[in-house]
């Protein structure tokens, strides 16, 4: 027996849908990070630079928006509600949680840039004390440079990829 190539497609394209989806919700998320950082004056300028359009970030994160009428300029607001799931360290390794919110996803990158400044001697370890008791996704970050070691010399550290977990490496 043959298979049906209509299922096969169907089952295939909506997957892809489903990734282009994701990969677009994360170039809104980092256009509306570069405006809220500074490095773009508006809106267009950053959706231009992370490769996606103003209205992609207008359909997918509306509540991080601010319209003041028909034709105006559309702000960014300075904090939005929106969850993403984020790969960050705890004592006992990497492990994917859900970020709520925009200071949390802020906090697990700043976090793991800071992790990695320590690692590749860039920065004392004293850096991570700012980060001593903080939480994202209800599990508390790592700071300990004897835990870090430990992971490092694992190769867990050399292992990390992204910032942001894929729906394919949290199943």
């Given at each position: 027996m043959r298979n049906n190539p209509s299922k096969t497609r169907s089952t295939t394209r909506t997957t892809s849908k489903a990734a282009r989806s994701s990969a677009a919700r994360l170039r809104g998320l980092a256009a509306l990070k570069r405006v809220r950082r500074g490095q773009s004056k508006s809106l267009s300028a950053a959706a231009r630079a992370e490769g996606t359009s103003v209205r992609t970030i207008q359909k997918l994160l509306p509540a991080a928006l601010i319209r003041s009428g028909t034709g105006r300029r559309i702000r960014v607001k300075a904090g939005d509600s929106y969850s993403a799931p984020v790969e960050i360290l705890t004592e006992s390794g990497p492990l994917v949680v859900l970020a709520r919110g925009?200071?949390?996803?802020?906090?697990?990158?700043?976090?793991?840039?800071?992790?990695?400044?320590?690692?590749?001697?860039?920065?004392?370890?004293?850096v991570l004390a700012e980060f001593r008791g903080k939480k994202v996704g209800g599990s508390e970050l790592v700071t300990d440079l004897d835990q870090l070691s430990v992971l490092a010399e694992a190769g867990v550290l050399a292992q990390l990829d992204s910032l942001y977990a894929t729906p394919e490496a949290s199943a």
């Open positions: 925009s200071r949390q996803r802020d906090l697990a990158g700043k976090h793991r840039a800071a992790v990695m400044r320590v690692q590749a001697g860039h920065a004392p370890g004293s």
